[in-house]
């Protein structure tokens, strides 16, 4: 599989910007994605954006992609603690396969 | 409403004793795939299924069967469980023509 890396842990207060990074390897990714899992649940799909963009901005989320660098991220504005949760990154490696990123676990401090 | 539904949600089994997990769609999607999530590995594929009667083997498939005889239904079996099975088991499906693939809540599955 490819390798998608981010930092495990990001705390941040509440009402700030919460900015999560990921690197992935594959430059022919057509998709990358920003899943969301809170406890005991399953993933929700946050956001994704295709590789011919910049940037994908849907209210409080903005993903930004360097494709030079191989580098995503997401930044949640205004960071509330039910944003609290893990974060994935992912990117589409065909064959119906998603390849995931270990998860962030950010934690928004009241 | 449009879901991804898996039962059971939770499972304690023994080594050995076969066991499936049943993972069903409402969206009439095309894909369906099973993952498994281990804590510091985030998901890796299992299995995958493109459509009726067509599955094939994801990153991890050692261990598991899959079927897919109804579109909306796709269950993961385990023939002869081992504790390395021990996990946190994702269904998800998309359609064709759509990059998004919608998972379901999950079964979190202890083999002793």
């Known amino acids: 599989g490819e390798d998608v890396e981010q930092s495990l842990f990001l705390s941040v207060r509440e009402g700030d910007s919460s900015v999560i990074n990921c690197t992935y390897t594959d430059s022919s990714s057509t998709y990358l994605y920003w899943y969301k899992q809170e406890p005991g649940a399953g993933l929700q799909l946050l956001t994704y954006?295709?590789?011919?963009?910049d940037m994908k901005q849907d209210q409080r989320l903005t993903v930004l992609l360097n494709k030079k660098d191989k580098h995503l991220s997401l930044r949640i504005a205004d960071t509330q603690t039910g944003d609290s949760a893990i974060y994935f990154c992912a990117e589409y490696g065909g064959a119906n396969n998603l390849f995931f990123g270990t998860g962030t676990r950010l934690t928004v401090i009241p | 409403e449009a879901q991804v539904t898996q039962n059971p949600r939770y499972l304690i089994t023994v080594t050995g004793k076969k066991l499936t997990v049943t993972c069903s769609q409402n969206?009439?999607?095309?894909?369906m795939s099973w993952y498994r999530q281990d804590p510091g590995l985030g998901l890796r594929q299992i299995y995958y299924?493109?459509?009726?009667?067509?599955?094939d083997k994801g990153d991890v498939p050692e261990g598991y069967k899959v079927s897919r005889k109804e579109k909306r239904n796709f269950p993961l079996i385990l023939e002869s469980p081992s504790p390395n099975q021990t996990s946190l088991y994702f269904c998800?499906?998309?359609?064709?023509?759509?990059?998004?693939?919608?998972f379901g809540p999950g079964t979190r599955l202890t083999v002793t």
């Open positions: 954006i295709f590789s011919n963009m």
């Open positions: 299924s493109m459509n009726v009667e067509v599955t």
């Open positions: 998800a499906s998309r359609r064709t023509a759509s990059y998004e693939q919608y």
């Open positions: 969206m009439n999607h095309e894909y």
